[in-house]
């Protein structure tokens, strides 16, 4: 049976867990490896994975070796765009000559200051 291989490098700007693991990775670029077999058919061409695996590095002077985690795409979709949401910047909002700059915001910390924004706009006291 013929097996295909893609490869490719995902980054993460902060630190990410993959759903069904406690473990924290670190922020970085992981390399990810798709195993694909063809699926007969006289009509079309197809492929039906066979497995994913996303590469940790190791650290080799402290002993650590690079390890190979099974995952399901999903998981890694889910991973990337709650960094994705994690990593968006409330750089400059000005309500009533207050700036706000600072650590990155995570999405619903955005909404909630786009909800106090607007609150105060429509003149209600926010206290």
């Not at 970085?28 to 695996?53: C, H, K």
Request: glycine share 6%.
């Amino acid at each position: 049976m013929i097996i295909r291989i893609t490869k490719k490098t995902v980054k993460f700007t902060r630190p990410f867990t993959l759903n069904g693991t406690e473990e924290m990775l670190p922020a970085g670029a992981y390399l990810v490896e798709t195993n694909e077999e063809p699926i007969e058919s006289d009509s079309f061409l197809a492929n039906r994975l066979v497995s994913m695996q996303l590469f940790v590095p190791g650290v080799p002077r402290e002993g650590v070796r690079t390890r190979m985690l099974k995952i399901d795409p999903s998981q890694l979709d889910s991973a990337l765009e709650r960094d994705r949401m994690n990593t968006l910047q409330l750089i400059n909002i000005d309500a009533n000559h207050r700036t706000l700059t600072g650590p990155m915001k995570s999405g619903s910390e955005v909404a909630d200051l786009q909800a106090v924004e607007q609150g105060e706009n429509e003149g209600m006291a926010v206290r």
